[in-house]
T-cell receptor
Framework: GQNIDQPTEMTATEGAIVQINCTYQ??????LFWYQQHAGEAPTFLSY????GLEEKGRFSSFLSRSKGYSYLLLKELQMKDSASYLC????????FGTGTRLQVFP | DADVTQTPRNRITKTGKRIMLECSQT?????MYWYRQDPGLGLRLIYY???????NKGEISDGYSVSRQAQAKFSLSLESAIPNQTALYFC????????????FGPGTRLTVL
């Protein structure tokens, strides 16, 4: 079967660093995506990993280990506007989404 | 102007009614998708189309149908709406692989009474 797991909720403090983990088991792999979704809004693309290692994009970084079926999204210098759900999605032949991690950032 | 648009943005209807949700895109992408999102269940794929002549069922296609009228337009129909189809519906588009990044419309909030 195909399965993507990520924590349901996380909390953090403004200015801190938070790591959101994602583990997956899929029948194929063409890449792993992270999306951000604010409540009631559309998901927006954050990052894409297809090779092992770390991809950095400003305050956000994403890591992939294909052998372990594991990825994480790292958010640095947290801001209040980072309060949102973060969706991990894997592409075996079309995207499969995890249920998302709701991150709340407190002052 | 938004690259992916959906109409209507909100709709309240009654059980048994036929409903059509429309999606248009100006990104020039061949691939289009319909998802529904329910609390705690994440995004689930209903139908997808890789070009105008291609239609494929997703994870939860029962009770839905689609039409790909042109490269830029992909419509989702509920032939006879039922209350458990109450959800947030998203259309998305993507370019061809390898990086099949999807771009989402603003969503349609559908309530079936």
């Amino acid at each position: 079967g195909q399965n993507i797991d990520q924590p349901t909720e996380m909390t953090a403090t403004e200015g801190a660093i938070v790591q959101i983990n994602c583990t997956y088991q899929t029948s194929g792999f063409n890449g792993l995506f992270w999306y951000q979704q604010h409540a009631g809004e559309a998901p927006t693309f954050l990052s894409y990993n297809v090779l092992d290692g770390l991809e950095e994009k400003g305050r956000f970084s994403s890591f992939l280990s294909r052998s372990k079926g594991y990825s994480y999204l790292l958010l640095k210098e947290l801001q209040m506007k980072d309060s949102a759900s973060y969706l991990c999605a894997v592409d075996p032949d079309k995207l499969i989404f995890g249920t998302g991690t709701r991150l709340q950032v407190f002052p | 102007d938004a690259d992916v648009t959906q109409t209507p943005r909100n709709r309240i209807t009654k059980t048994g009614k036929r409903i059509m949700l429309e999606c248009s895109q100006t990104k020039g992408h061949d691939r289009m998708y319909w998802y529904r999102q329910d609390p705690g269940l994440g995004l689930r794929l209903i139908y997808y189309s890789f070009d105008v002549k291609d239609i494929n069922k997703g994870e939860i296609s029962d009770g839905y149908s689609v039409s790909r009228q042109a490269q830029a337009k992909f419509s989702l129909s509920l032939e006879s709406a039922i209350p458990n189809q109450t959800a947030l519906y998203f259309c998305a588009t993507s370019d061809s692989p390898p990086a099949d990044t999807q771009y989402f419309g603003p969503g349609t909030r559908l309530t079936v009474l």
